[in-house]
């Protein structure tokens, strides 16, 4: 998908760490009140959770999909840390409790844990 801003071009996609879209990052869907490919705005990098506000220099483009997928697991991890859960112990629950993994990998480790919630 492309834009126009100020005559220039400029090229859109999904900026999830993840992108769960099977036609890509680049492919969005019209905007409509069930599909899982349209565009939505996500708070970042300071978390709507966090008190971050969508403004200009906190917003980033994403398939609603991605999104709540996103959304999902650092709400999860955030709950985990709360209760002073080392980032093994995350990735240990989060594989017994199979959540997808933000990477695409086959199971979580401490290191994936630490790079899902601070990207």
Aim: charged content about 30%.
């Amino acid at each position: 998908m492309q834009l126009a801003r100020d005559g220039q071009l400029i090229d859109v996609r999904c900026e999830m760490p993840q992108c769960y879209c099977h036609r890509g990052r680049r492919c969005f869907d019209p905007i409509s009140p069930y599909s899982d490919w349209e565009p939505t705005a996500d708070h970042y990098p300071r978390l709507k959770m966090h008190g971050g506000r969508l403004t200009r220099d906190n917003v980033r483009l994403a398939h609603r999909l991605c999104n709540r997928r996103d959304y999902g697991w650092r709400v999860r991890i955030n709950a985990m840390l709360g209760r002073r859960m080392s980032l093994e112990a995350i990735a240990d629950e989060l594989n017994a409790k199979k959540v997808p993994t933000i990477h695409g990998t086959n199971r979580w480790t401490a290191a994936s844990v630490r790079k899902a919630f601070v990207s």
